[in-house]
């Protein structure tokens, strides 16, 4: 954990740097330049536990959020203000804003940011912020609008190393191994810090073999369609106790994740619904994976975690209401997951 930190942090100095000294040269965006180095690395901090070998269970756990700094507050309240008030087409503006709202966990207004910037015009932190917005306020998947939004970034930048890291995560969630090794490996060879590079060859060791013609094999080295007659697959049917139904709220984001007990990482499956959907039966699959490389696997025993969350994001906050189910991969069918606990 505290080694990805260090890289998130490093990538952040650097974009901090390239946006804040421009802008401090200028007086009229001295306003935004004065703290962007500030709130950027925050925005780096956001997708950690997307894409990282972050303690998921720790993190599911009841926690409440960390509250804006006074003066952090302050100063996105002066940068709202004169996006709103004075300068509707100010785009450093708008991409500052929409960091820092990532950095303040706001997923839901740094789309709203990023899309006031991407609006303005064809510009690729835009396209790469808007990505990430939308795949933060996704609870970690990259969703087919961010991965158009990444291959635009590409476009727009194809040596561009954010574009490049992201491009390869959206390649890996279409299952498209073989672009997104070409992605990481074109990341690689533009020489990032050591540990960047340490986490890169971590990410392609994930995607699996290459077969001997250079295209990807399958973990066994079979085709997929001859792995097995029957796809690991755990299918739930999720309640919620009498007691607790007068909490919900239909439109609150409902998680439900997959994961082997006791294993650190991100859930093997993960999806992303509404209250409105408790009550119906959910699939999760090889599809729902998290992280290339990982996915469930018949026999395999799983924890089915099911969360709403009244923040909107992933991250768990007192309140919330959950239950939890033990099953086996493939064996276990139509279970009922009840939710009938509250956190702390």
Same mark, same amino acid.
């Given at each position: 954990m505290k080694s990805f930190l260090w890289i998130a942090v490093v990538m952040a100095a650097i974009a901090a740097s390239v946006i804040a000294v421009p802008l401090m040269r200028d007086k009229k965006s001295r306003l935004i330049g004065a703290f962007s180095a500030l709130l950027v690395a925050g925005s780096a901090a956001a997708l950690y536990p997307l894409w990282s070998n972050w303690d998921w269970q720790a993190a599911l756990q009841p926690q409440s959020a960390p509250a804006a700094a006074p003066e952090v507050a302050a100063m996105v309240g002066k940068l709202e203000k004169h996006l709103? @008030? @004075?300068?509707?087409?100010?785009?450093a503006g708008w991409l500052m804003l929409g960091r820092s709202y990532l950095a303040l966990q706001r997923p839901d207004d740094a789309v709203d940011a990023y899309d006031h910037a991407h609006k303005l015009g064809s510009n690729m932190e835009a396209s790469l912020g808007l990505g990430e917005a939308l795949s933060v306020r996704a609870g970690g998947e990259v969703t087919a609008g961010a991965s158009d939004l990444f291959e635009e970034a590409l476009k727009l930048g194809p040596s561009n190393g954010k574009a490049l890291l992201y491009g390869g995560f959206a390649a890996a969630s279409r299952g498209d191994r073989a672009l997104a090794r070409s992605r990481w490996q074109a990341l690689k060879d533009l020489h990032p810090p050591p540990q960047i590079e340490q986490m890169l060859d971590a990410r392609i060791a994930e995607l699996g073999p290459t077969s001997p013609s250079g295209?990807?094999?399958?973990?066994?080295?079979?085709?997929?369609?001859?792995?097995?007659?029957?796809?690991?697959?755990?299918t739930v049917t999720i309640r919620i106790a009498a007691a607790l139904q007068s909490r919900l709220k239909s439109e609150a984001p409902l998680f439900v994740f997959a994961r082997e007990p006791g294993r650190e990482g991100p859930p093997l499956a993960a999806k992303r619904l509404t209250a409105a959907d408790i009550g119906t039966q959910v699939h999760l699959s090889a599809a729902d994976s998290m992280m290339p490389g990982r996915a469930l696997v018949n026999g395999q025993r799983v924890t089915i975690t099911a969360r709403v969350s009244f923040r909107g994001g992933p991250t768990p906050a007192a309140g919330d209401l959950y239950g939890e189910v033990a099953c086996e991969v493939g064996h276990d069918t139509a279970l009922d997951l009840v939710i009938d606990r509250i956190a702390d």
């Amino acid at each position: 954990m505290k080694s990805f930190l260090w890289i998130a942090v490093v990538m952040a100095a650097i974009a901090a740097s390239v946006i804040a000294v421009p802008l401090m040269r200028d007086k009229k965006s001295r306003l935004i330049g004065a703290f962007s180095a500030l709130l950027v690395a925050g925005s780096a901090a956001a997708l950690y536990p997307l894409w990282s070998n972050w303690d998921w269970q720790a993190a599911l756990q009841p926690q409440s959020a960390p509250a804006a700094a006074p003066e952090v507050a302050a100063m996105v309240g002066k940068l709202e203000k004169h996006l709103r @008030e @004075e300068d509707a087409n100010d785009l450093a503006g708008w991409l500052m804003l929409g960091r820092s709202y990532l950095a303040l966990q706001r997923p839901d207004d740094a789309v709203d940011a990023y899309d006031h910037a991407h609006k303005l015009g064809s510009n690729m932190e835009a396209s790469l912020g808007l990505g990430e917005a939308l795949s933060v306020r996704a609870g970690g998947e990259v969703t087919a609008g961010a991965s158009d939004l990444f291959e635009e970034a590409l476009k727009l930048g194809p040596s561009n190393g954010k574009a490049l890291l992201y491009g390869g995560f959206a390649a890996a969630s279409r299952g498209d191994r073989a672009l997104a090794r070409s992605r990481w490996q074109a990341l690689k060879d533009l020489h990032p810090p050591p540990q960047i590079e340490q986490m890169l060859d971590a990410r392609i060791a994930e995607l699996g073999p290459t077969s001997p013609s250079g295209t990807d094999a399958s973990p066994t080295g079979t085709s997929a369609s001859t792995q097995g007659s029957a796809p690991a697959q755990v299918t739930v049917t999720i309640r919620i106790a009498a007691a607790l139904q007068s909490r919900l709220k239909s439109e609150a984001p409902l998680f439900v994740f997959a994961r082997e007990p006791g294993r650190e990482g991100p859930p093997l499956a993960a999806k992303r619904l509404t209250a409105a959907d408790i009550g119906t039966q959910v699939h999760l699959s090889a599809a729902d994976s998290m992280m290339p490389g990982r996915a469930l696997v018949n026999g395999q025993r799983v924890t089915i975690t099911a969360r709403v969350s009244f923040r909107g994001g992933p991250t768990p906050a007192a309140g919330d209401l959950y239950g939890e189910v033990a099953c086996e991969v493939g064996h276990d069918t139509a279970l009922d997951l009840v939710i009938d606990r509250i956190a702390d």
